[in-house]
T-cell receptor
Framework: GENVEQHPSTLSVQEGDSAVIKCTYS??????FPWYKQELGKRPQLIID?????GEKKDQRIAVTLNKTAKHFSLHITETQPEDSAVYFC????????FGKGTSLLVTP | EAQVTQNPRYLITVTGKKLTVTCSQN?????MSWYRQDPGLGLRQIYY???????DKGDVPEGYKVSRKEKRNFPLILESPSPNQTSLYFC?????????????FGNGTRLTVT
């Protein structure tokens, strides 16, 4: 089945810096790539998603880029704030929806 | 309010004692799914359902059962729980009939099996 690799597993940045999380997938038929944010003790919530016919999507401080040829996609958070601290999961959907193992992001003031 | 409701939030039980975790959604979603979350392993799918009376195995179905007798409900059944099923469980739903729509997660059920 689909294998989704996510890096790094932990990321620490200073407030105001940018954060980048990268994911790779194996199934070339994958066509939907969501990102979920999970704050401590809470449920995962969708923050942004992209489909295979689009190369980049932006929503305020968050952007996602997709490279279908290389089979990787990335989450970019600019001007990070302490409330961005959370675990972020990428996922790739084709035959099934498979999640990466998560990145724990810590934004220090 | 549109939501996915799971019950209970916390459950401590003993090995072998059957239990059911309920999941209900009020958004008329077609697709529902169960995940377990373990440290370092991310979210792994247990079972999913694309419509009423249609269920399929996910990546880690062993030891679990589900049913989808009506659209809104998708209970997770552990017939004979074992300690390796100690985990955080999430139910989720989405409006599509496949994997290509955003998932709405419930608040989770933390299960401990002793």
């Amino acid at each position: 089945g689909e294998n989704v690799e996510q890096h790094p597993s932990t990321l620490s940045v200073q407030e105001g810096d940018s954060a980048v999380i990268k994911c790779t997938y194996s199934d070339s038929a994958s066509n939907y790539f969501p990102w979920y944010k999970q704050e401590l003790g809470k449920r995962p919530q969708l923050i942004i998603d992209i489909r295979s016919n689009v190369g980049e999507k932006k929503d305020q401080r968050i952007a996602v880029t997709l490279n279908k040829t290389a089979k990787h996609f990335s989450l970019h958070i600019t001007e990070t704030q302490p409330e961005d601290s959370a675990v972020y999961f990428c996922a790739a959907s084709g035959y099934a929806l498979n999640f990466g193992k998560g990145t724990s992001l810590l934004v220090t003031p | 309010e549109a939501q996915v409701t799971q019950n209970p939030r916390y459950l401590i039980t003993v090995t072998g004692k059957k239990l059911t975790v309920t999941c209900s959604q009020n958004m008329n979603h077609e697709y529902m799914s169960w995940y377990r979350q373990d440290p370092g392993l991310g979210l792994r799918q247990i079972y999913y359902s694309m419509n009423v009376e249609v269920t399929d195995k996910g990546d880690v179905p062993e030891g679990y059962k589900v049913s989808r007798k009506e659209k809104r409900n998708f209970p997770l059944i552990l017939e004979s729980p074992s300690p390796n099923q100690t985990s955080l469980y999430f139910c989720a739903s989405s409006p599509g009939t496949d994997y290509n729509s955003p998932l709405h997660f419930g608040n989770g059920t933390r299960l401990t099996v002793t």
